[in-house]
């Protein structure tokens, strides 16, 4: 076990060392707005990534560093626990320190394990329930369902992608056996602790009109910055961990599928194809299957010892040590800030997240710049973001640059307020202040949008990201408007925009 806290202590502290390189995703900006906003649930997601980024920032305000910190730990715990799941397969201590090393030089780990994201805490949640599970599958105490009930309650407040692994799960074990393990009394009460977790997320979209349904169907559609298209979703997948050690996972794949002595774990194959037919159909991103590569890691690395004890083993010991090195050098540049900002470019085509954390504090200059064009003794403007990144930017850097909060209708900003001042938490619908007239910044509309929404328009700027990184917001275009077309409460129902 030594050996395998040494490699996830390596890996948590270098997540840490580079975690204040370049700034803020845009999604942390929204998760530290919607920490500000803490309810049972969100349109998007449930509030366990908002609460720990409202935690983070309370303890050090400001810190991207700190408020990176869960992410680094959740992501060093993963690593830990592929070893673990090696172990459980019955794999000796070496193939248990493989099985670590690989997870520690995964690309997937690398980039979600770099930022506050609710993947990273996905990710270390199907791990866990995996080898959970596969304690159960090897005759464990059929109590430890209590356990896996608590895991995936507790994921699915993060969000409810965990609940494919769960049907798949079922459906494997149902399939090949051994299917005594559902039989258990226990399973039941696991899966009410995991329902009874859950509850409030439930009540609150069910309050809402299930709009988390809405957000999966514009990403099915291509409407996330990581979606992809049906085509790539299976060759990203010989991406996801590195493409020299992707023969490790397939080969573990095909062991569970095919080796009497893994026999008892064949569910976690089944379930695998089954999940990428699943993904496959409805338009999934590439990473939904990521939670699985634990487990086969985990059996690839059983394989991988056999492998290097026939034949030449010091010249596949060699290329192993290489193909590792190399999975280490190729993840890092992609995943963490080891290049200056204006050389990302090759970057981007294979992580377009980089572009997102550069550029905030920038773009928010030029809003300021934007509102500054207004008349002396002009009142504030009231401004609406089109997008929930753009937003949170302009709550976290505007203050200190005499900007108001910032509205948007994306997902969740549409519900904590809208001008001129709904407090936050009123549900929409609730009595405000007068609608009002003043003057509106708007950021990030198109003109034929602009010419819908609000009066008066006219362009107040254009957004350069610096070091000529092309990201989303480069070119974002801003208008100073007279005013909104409508009343404030007849106008906002429009602006609602989930996805």
Not at 23 to 50: I, K, M, S, V
Not at 150 to 161: D, E, Q, R, T, W
Not at 231 to 249: E, G, I, K, N
């Amino acid at each position: 076990m030594g050996p395998l806290l040494a490699i996830s202590a390596v890996v948590v502290v270098t997540l840490i060392a580079f975690a204040g390189g370049y700034g803020y995703h845009r999604d942390e900006l929204y998760f530290l707005a919607a920490g500000e906003n803490l309810a049972f649930g969100y349109p998007d997601q449930g509030p366990l990534t908002p609460a720990i980024a409202a935690l983070m920032n309370a303890i050090a305000p400001g810190s991207l560093t700190v408020l990176r910190i869960p992410a680094a730990l959740a992501t060093g715990a993963t690593v830990f626990l592929t070893g673990m799941m090696a172990r459980e397969l019955g794999g000796t201590g070496a193939a248990q320190i493989l099985g670590a090393a690989i997870a520690a030089v995964a690309s997937v780990l690398l980039v979600t394990g770099h930022l506050l994201s609710t993947t990273t805490f996905d990710l270390l949640a199907w791990t866990l329930v995996c080898l959970l599970f596969a304690r159960l599958l090897g005759g464990a105490d059929p109590r430890w369902w209590l356990v896996v009930g608590l895991v995936f309650g507790l994921a699915l407040l993060n969000k409810p992608l965990i609940a494919f692994l769960a049907a798949g799960l079922l459906a494997g074990t149902l399939a090949v056996g051994p299917r005594q393990v559902l039989r258990s009394g226990w399973l039941w009460l696991g899966a009410l602790i995991a329902v009874g977790l859950w509850a409030p997320w439930l009540v609150w979209q069910a309050g809402q009109g299930w709009p988390q349904l809405e957000v999966a169907g514009s990403i099915a559609g291509g409407g996330s910055t990581s979606s992809e298209s049906r085509w790539a979703f299976l060759p990203f997948q010989l991406l996801l961990v590195s493409p020299v050690l992707a023969p490790v996972w397939i080969a573990g794949l095909l062991a569970l599928l095919r080796r009497p002595s893994l026999r008892p774990f064949r569910p976690f194959a089944v379930c695998w194809l089954l999940l990428a037919v699943a993904f496959l159909l409805t338009a999934g991103k590439p990473y939904y299957l990521a939670g699985m590569f634990a487990v086969l890691i985990a059996a690839g690395a059983i394989e991988l010892e056999r492998w290097l004890h026939r034949g030449r083993a010091g010249v596949r010991r060699g290329a192993l040590g290489l193909a590792i090195a190399l999975s280490a050098v190729v993840s890092a540049v992609i995943a963490l800030p080891v290049l200056p900002a204006g050389s990302t470019g090759p970057v981007l085509a294979a992580n377009e997240d980089v572009g997102e954390t550069i550029g905030w504090p920038e773009f928010v200059d030029t809003v300021a710049g934007a509102a500054q064009r207004l008349p002396p003794g002009a009142p504030d403007p009231v401004i609406v973001a089109f997008n929930y990144g753009q937003a949170g930017a302009i709550d976290r850097y505007g203050p200190a640059r005499g900007l108001s909060r910032a509205y948007s209708g994306h997902n969740g900003y549409w519900y904590w307020a809208r001008p001129p001042g709904r407090p936050p938490g009123r549900p929409p619908g609730s009595p405000t202040a007068p609608s009002g007239s003043g003057p509106v910044l708007a950021v990030g509309f198109a003109p034929e949008q602009l010419d819908r929404r609000f009066s008066g328009c006219r362009p107040a700027g254009r957004v350069d990201t610096p070091e000529g990184v092309d990201n989303e917001e480069d070119g974002t275009l801003l208008a100073l408007c007279a005013g909104p077309a409508q009343p404030w409460d007849q106008l906002w129902p429009r602006l609602k925009r989930l996805g």
